[in-house]
């Protein structure tokens, strides 16, 4: 089996690639087709330099037959994941939230008397697109209008989640973000933005698995769920899986956004798709 490159870099084989993808898609869903090898390899290496191990096959048989292999699944899931995320990202799809799914969702909060808003950003990464929908909530004057507003944003990998309540975000990040929104909402501090507390005071963060019925089973009633730019990542098969699991959590009548090159076409007929200025999103009735 060759491990080992002209510059002594460990080389991942066909044959061991397949083994540690196998270990990836039954811990998380996330499916790296054969045209992804070269994506696997780099980031399992790092893993590898942490653990001083020589080669993929050791990496592969410390996940199988190591005592610590459970542990051990964070932190390769925390290697193998794609986080990358910016406040306001998709603005068009954030505007068709605030101007068509608010305005549904309070009406009918209304009519049924019930004052609580709850939100769950379910794969989150650093915690930017949670905090973004707590402001644009309070832009919208829920608080004054009476309601509470809960926020859950949650992923599968500690590091981001780490980063997520630390709530302290570079001018990158920030990219989208509308100059109004800066001034309001976030404090300057040295090179970096600090989101302001009680936005921070909105959002809890937790892990959860959207592979694991067990842990999104500790999700419950709520009202809208985002589910943006990570259905990709999915094979059909997990995208089925996740989509159950997250209809689970929304209360009747709630709504679910993917992202925006994201659809449900194909995948479930469990939410009605609603379309609104261009954009679909999910009802279940
Ligand atoms: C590209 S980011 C998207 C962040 C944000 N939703 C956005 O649209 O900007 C995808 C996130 O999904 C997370 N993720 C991947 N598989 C997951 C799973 N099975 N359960 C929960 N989160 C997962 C990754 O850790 C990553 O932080």
Redesign the pocket.
């Known amino acids: 089996m060759l491990t080992l490159g002209l510059n002594s870099k460990p080389k991942l084989s066909h044959e061991t690639f397949c083994y540690l993808r196998d270990i990836v898609y039954a811990q998380?869903?996330?499916a790296f087709a054969d045209t992804k090898k070269y994506l696997l390899e780099t980031r399992l290496l790092r893993r590898l330099e942490e653990k001083n191990l020589k080669t993929f096959e050791d990496y592969y048989y410390f996940l199988t037959y190591d005592q610590g292999r459970e542990a051990e699944y964070r932190h390769l899931l925390n290697s193998v994941?794609?986080?990358?995320?910016?406040f306001f990202?998709d603005p068009v799809q954030l505007e068709v939230f605030r101007k068509g799914v608010i305005p549904r969702l309070l009406e009918e909060k209304y009519r049924t008397g019930s004052k609580s808003v709850r939100i769950w950003?379910?794969?989150?990464?650093t915690g930017?697109?949670p905090y973004t929908l707590a402001m644009m909530l309070m832009e919208e004057g829920l608080v004054q209008k009476g309601f509470t507003i809960e926020i859950i944003g949650?992923?599968?990998?500690d590091v981001?989640l780490k980063a997520a309540v630390a709530a302290r975000y570079d001018r990158y990040s920030l990219r989208n973000t509308p100059e109004a929104y800066l001034r309001k909402y976030f404090t300057p501090c040295a090179d970096a933005f600090t989101v302001s507390p009680r936005v921070m005071e909105t959002v809890k963060f937790r892990n959860?698995?959207?592979?694991n019925a067990g842990e999104t089973r500790a999700v419950r009633n709520m009202d809208i769920v985002?589910c943006?730019?990570?259905l990709i990542?999915f094979d059909e098969t997990s995208k089925r899986k996740?989509c159950s699991h997250i209809y689970d959590t929304i209360s009747k009548g709630g709504y679910l956004l993917v992202?925006f090159s994201e659809s449900l076409h194909n995948i479930t007929r469990l939410f009605n798709p609603i379309s609104i200025e261009r954009s679909v999103v999910y009802q279940k009735s």
């Not at 994941?81 to 910016?86: A, D, K, Q």
């Not at 950003?121 to 990464?125: M, P, T, V």
């Open positions: 998380s869903g996330i994941v794609t986080n990358e995320t910016s990202r950003s379910s794969a989150c990464s930017e697109e949650s992923d599968i990998s981001v959860v698995n959207l592979f985002f943006r730019n990570v990542y996740v992202g």
